[in-house]
């Protein structure tokens, strides 16, 4: 079994850097016996995120309602045929991630299943508890002991949120491509400079009330974490500086070159805690 979980690990490793440089990047700087556990998390994520993102076949909602049933069992057992689900329930049970973070995860999950115009504020605030603040509940699961956690847990929350709502902005088109629009209280229609100033100023709330708390993370996280709130605060400066009509046409990135920049400079900045 030992082998086939390392190769499980790997698997999660090689599935989430395929699509993510910005979090492949970030994860380097989580100390080494914790990466294998951020790439079982993220690993699930993203094939959960295929289901409703690319998939979207008319048996999305079944796909990933099997893909949900096959976590919880092997949550019971500690094993599943799928390398990157078994990955992540031995991760989950190492570190007592359970229903009550995952289940949320998947209804919203499920909500990304039905085409969304239109959402209320309850609607938009459960999708973003239960794709983003939870995940950053898990993470935070990794690498504290239960006071820390409690003491952090809504910073994480704060944290996942803001991240949340910057991917929205920055997916804009690609979602509305797809019939899919989040935020409440505009339309992509009639999204302009004050709706986007409003969001903007919402998203630096959250980055605000999670700031505090970077400082008080464990030491093995921390500059993980550090380096995933430059990025995503460098991602909102230009979102920022892109007008509103560029942003329903075009998606908003952070250069490559950036992205290597500010690595290198939190890496070194590791190197001296």
């Not at 952090?152 to 088109?173: C, T």
């Not at 920049?261 to 001296?272: D, R, S």
Request: contains cysteine; charged residues 25%; proline residues 3%.
């Amino acid at each position: 079994m030992e082998l086939y979980t390392n190769t499980a690990y790997d698997a999660a490793r090689l599935f989430t850097k395929a699509y993510s440089t910005s979090f492949g990047l970030s994860i380097r700087l989580f100390e080494t016996s914790l990466r294998p556990h951020v790439y079982a998390l993220y690993g699930l994520v993203r094939v959960a995120d295929e289901i409703v993102d690319s998939y979207r076949g008319a048996d999305a909602d079944q796909q990933l309602a099997a893909l949900e049933q096959e976590v919880a069992a092997a949550l019971k057992i500690g094993y599943s045929a799928n390398p990157i689900v078994h990955a992540f329930a031995v991760t989950a049970r190492q570190f007592a991630i359970g229903h009550d973070l995952i289940d949320p995860f998947f209804a919203s999950m499920r909500m990304d299943t039905k085409k969304t115009t239109h959402y209320t504020q309850k609607q938009y605030e459960t999708y973003i508890y239960g794709s983003a603040e939870v995940i950053g509940l898990m993470l935070l699961k990794l690498c504290t002991d239960d006071a820390t956690y409690a003491a952090l847990a809504e910073s994480a929350r704060r944290l996942g949120a803001g991240y949340q709502k910057v991917n929205f902005l920055r997916d804009i088109a690609a979602d509305h491509s797809i019939d899919r629009w989040y935020f409440p209280g505009c339309q992509y229609e009639t999204f302009d400079e004050a709706a986007k100033r409003a969001i903007v100023l919402d998203i630096k709330k959250d980055f605000k009330a999670a700031k505090r708390a970077l400082a008080k993370l464990p030491r093995q996280a921390r500059q993980a974490i550090r380096l995933s709130f430059r990025y995503y605060s460098e991602l909102l400066k230009k979102i920022e500086a892109t007008p509103a009509e560029t942003l329903r046409q075009h998606r908003v990135r952070v250069p490559d070159a950036q992205k290597l920049w500010l690595f290198a400079k939190t890496a070194t900045e590791a190197k001296k805690l």
